[in-house]
C-alpha cells in the first residue's frame, strides 16, 4: 500500500481503538505505520539518511514484506519498547498499534505480507484474487479518500466524547445522561437539553439545565437558570420525569473538594470563609442545637437541598449539593456540630 494510506488506516483504527483524538498519539500512530517498510531501501522510511544503513542491511537478508510484516516482529517491538510504558503508556500502545496496522494493511495487497514469519506462508485478504488492491491503483486511491472520511468521523466523534457518548446522545436516555455526567463531570461544566414534564403540575417541561451532580443509575441533579434546584430522571422522587436529554459541554472547568469541620461553632462564621460563587455545593450532617423553631423550606416541586430530622432540642440537618447563600439564610443563626464536603467548580476562561 501508499504510505499514506498506511498512515490514514492506522490514525483512523489506532482512534477507534483507543478512544483518542490526542493529535501527539495519532501522530505517533501515522509515524510508527511507515516503520515496516524499513525492509526496502526503496520506501519512504528507508531513503531517509539516519535509517538507509539499517533499511539496506535488512534488504540484503529478508525479502519484501516478511521480517518486519510479521506478528513475531510486532511481538518484539512491543517487548523492546516496555520501557516507554512506564512514561507513557497510552503513547506505547500508539506505538505499537500503529506499526502493526502499517505492516497488517499490506495483507489487502496482492503480494499480501509473511505475517507468520518465519513461516513463509502469506497473509492475503481478501480471498478472491480479483478483489484485492494493487499499491497506486485507482481502487487504492478510492480506499484512500473512503479512509481519510472514516478517520475524520471518528476524530470528531472522539473529540466530542466518543462513540458511545454520541450513542447516549442519540437514544436521548437518562441512563446514558448519567453515564455521561459520571465520566466528564469533574473536566467540563455539563449542560442538560431536556424534554419531560413535572410530576406534580403534570406540565411539560422543556429547556436547558446545568448539571449538579448525578444522584443514582438514572437521576441527575439540575439547576435552572433561577438556580432552583430539580430531580430529573426516572425515579418517583424525581420532579421531572425525563422523556429524552442530552448532555452537551459548556466548558471546561477545575474543581475542588475539601472539608470543613464545625465543633458548636456559628453556621454563618464557618461559611463565611468559603468564596461566594453560584457553583459552590455543600454536603454533610450538622447537629443543630437549641434548633426547636428550626423549620426549613419545602418546596414540593424542587428538590430540597436542606433537610432537617428533628429531636428534642437538637435536629440533624442533611445538606446535599445546597448552596451556602441558602444555608446561611436558613442556619446562619444556630450553632452546629459535624463536617461538610464543599465542591467548588471554577469555568476556566
Not at 492506522?10 to 493529535?23: E, I, N, Q
Not at 462564621?269 to 453560584?278: E, F, G, M, V, W
Request: hydrophobic letters at 40%; aromatic letters at 8%.
Amino acid at each position: 500500500m501508499m504510505n499514506s494510506t498506511q498512515a490514514v488506516f492506522s490514525v483512523a483504527l489506532t482512534s477507534l481503538a483507543m478512544g483518542t483524538a490526542d493529535p501527539v498519539l495519532l501522530g505517533t500512530a501515522a509515524i510508527a505505520s511507515q516503520f515496516p517498510d524499513l525492509d526496502t531501501s526503496k520506501s519512504w522510511i528507508g531513503r531517509l539518511p539516519p535509517l538507509t544503513l539499517i533499511s539496506r542491511w535488512i534488504e540484503k537478508r529478508y525479502s519484501h514484506r516478511t521480517l518486519t510484516h510479521s506478528f513475531l516482529f510486532s511481538l518484539s517491538l512491543a517487548v523492546a519498547t516496555i520501557p516507554i510504558s512506564f512514561w507513557n503508556q497510552s503513547l506505547w500502545i500508539a506505538l505499537n498499534l500503529g506499526y502493526f496496522l502499517g505492516w497488517y494493511a499490506d495483507n489487502f495487497t496482492k503480494q499480501g505480507v509473511c505475517a507468520f514469519f518465519p513461516h513463509p506462508g502469506r497473509l492475503v485478504t481478501p480471498g478472491n484474487p480479483r478483489l484485492r488492491l494493487s499499491t497506486g491503483s485507482s481502487a487504492e486511491y478510492f480506499l484512500l479518500v473512503v479512509l481519510v472520511c472514516v478517520a475524520i468521523a471518528i476524530i470528531n466523534l472522539n473529540t466530542n466524547g466518543g462513540i458511545l457518548k454520541a450513542f447516549n446522545q442519540t437514544l436521548g436516555l437518562s441512563s446514558g445522561a448519567v453515564e455521561i455526567v459520571a465520566a466528564e463531570q469533574n473536566q467540563y461544566l455539563l449542560m442538560a437539553q431536556i424534554r419531560g414534564r413535572n410530576t406534580l403540575t403534570q406540565q411539560a417541561v422543556q429547556g436547558q439545565f446545568e448539571v449538579v451532580q448525578p444522584l443514582t443509575q438514572t437521576d441527575l441533579l439540575v439547576k435552572d437558570r433561577q438556580g432552583r434546584l430539580y430531580r430529573a430522571g426516572e425515579t418517583q422522587e424525581s420532579q421531572i420525569l425525563i422523556t429524552q436529554v442530552q448532555v452537551q459541554r459548556q466548558g471546561s472547568v477545575k474543581q475542588s473538594v475539601r472539608e470543613i469541620r464545625l465543633e458548636d461553632e456559628a453556621i454563618a462564621d464557618a461559611l463565611s470563609r468559603i468564596p461566594k460563587s453560584d457553583r459552590v455545593y455543600l454536603s454533610g450532617l450538622l447537629t443543630v442545637e437549641d434548633a426547636e423553631d428550626l423549620v426549613p423550606p419545602n418546596y414540593p416541586d424542587r428538590f430540597n437541598s436542606i433537610r432537617v430530622q428533628p429531636g428534642s432540642g437538637i435536629a440533624s440537618v442533611h445538606l446535599q449539593a445546597a448552596s451556602p447563600t441558602e444555608v446561611v439564610r436558613v442556619l446562619g443563626d444556630y450553632s452546629a456540630s459535624g463536617s461538610l464536603i464543599v465542591r467548588s467548580i471554577h469555568v476556566q476562561s
